[in-house]
């Protein structure tokens, strides 16, 4: 995949505007969610493992928000033989454009079909597992509560849903002490303060994390029967929800 490194806000700029998953950010996007998300890499491991316990035979998949494509293929991976289809979806160009050659990079006997469409449209169905891996918090919050009644919705009893996202805390010192924890892991992957500080006002108006109680009322408001926390690494988090 991608390994160009991410110096998008390196240089000081007079007007930051709001960030955009555009044809620079794609180009480096390997490398900027690496250094950005704590365990981003163990999760998309991960989701492979939850891939290869929950998908069954003549099921699909559904990747929303796939990005660059990390974790359909780490799904993929998992799931040979099965006569599954892969959904995965992403409204930025420039990322399917990208996806699409890192699929072709392998040989794999499951179809993806990749769209480059908006979540909210795609029909869900006959699904067993969905992955929405740090694409909910993208969307408006008043669109959160539809998508995921949709995707409980489509889920085949017994289906997965994953979801992993940053979180807030409504607790002062906890919020302030795993932010800081989340800069430190910034500043030892080698972004600067500047750099650190640019992206923050670039994500201030288009990324606005709920909480994980807001999460779980959601999930279990939709009706998922079973939810849990299965990774926290500061303010990163990944839950699972089973219909
Ligand atoms: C943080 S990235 C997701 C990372 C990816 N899931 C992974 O595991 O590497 C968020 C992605 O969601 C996409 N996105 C945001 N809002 C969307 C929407 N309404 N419909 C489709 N894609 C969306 C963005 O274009 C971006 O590629
Ligand atoms: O919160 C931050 O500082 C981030 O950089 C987080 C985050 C994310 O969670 O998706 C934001 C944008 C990029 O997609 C990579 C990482």
Same mark, same amino acid.
């Given at each position: ?6 110096? $998008? ?13 555009? =044809? ?11 250094r950005s998300v704590p365990g981003y890499t163990q999760i998309i491991n991960t989701i492979g ?7 069954? @035979? ?32 992403? =409204? %930025? ?8 050659? =890192? ?37 408006? @919050? ?5 998508? $995921?009644?949709? $995707? ?11 979801? %992993? ?10 919020? %302030? ?60 988090? %990944? ?5």
């Amino acid at each position: 995949m991608n390994a160009s490194q991410d110096t $998008i806000y390196a240089q000081a700029s007079e007007h930051i505007s709001d960030f955009q998953f555009d =044809n620079r950010v794609a180009g480096v996007f390997s490398d900027m969610i690496r250094r950005s998300v704590p365990g981003y890499t163990q999760i998309i491991n991960t989701i492979g493992d939850f891939a290869d316990r929950f998908v069954k @035979p003549d099921t699909q998949v559904y990747d929303l928000g796939c990005s660059l494509g990390a974790a359909t293929l780490s799904i993929r991976r998992q799931i040979q033989g099965r006569d599954c289809r892969i959904i995965a979806v992403d =409204n %930025s160009e420039s990322m399917v454009t990208r996806c699409q050659e =890192n699929l072709n990079a392998y040989v794999s006997d499951t179809e993806v079909e990749l769209i480059c469409g908006d979540i909210r449209d795609i029909h869900i169905e006959n699904a067993s597992l969905v992955v929405l891996n740090f694409t909910l918090q993208f969307l408006p @919050p008043e669109d959160r509560e539809a998508l $995921i009644a949709k $995707i409980y919705h489509g889920l085949n009893p017994g289906g997965l849903l994953v979801l %992993s996202e940053k979180i807030r805390f409504d607790d002062a010192p906890i919020q %302030s002490v795993l932010e800081e924890l989340h800069l430190d892991f910034k500043r030892a992957n080698g972004y600067s303060e500047l750099e650190i500080s640019q992206k923050r006002s670039a994500l201030e108006n288009v990324m606005k994390p709920d909480t994980l109680t807001l999460h779980q009322q959601r999930l279990t408001r939709q009706g998922f029967s079973h939810f849990s926390l299965w990774f926290q690494c500061f303010n990163f988090s %990944s839950m699972v929800a089973i219909k």
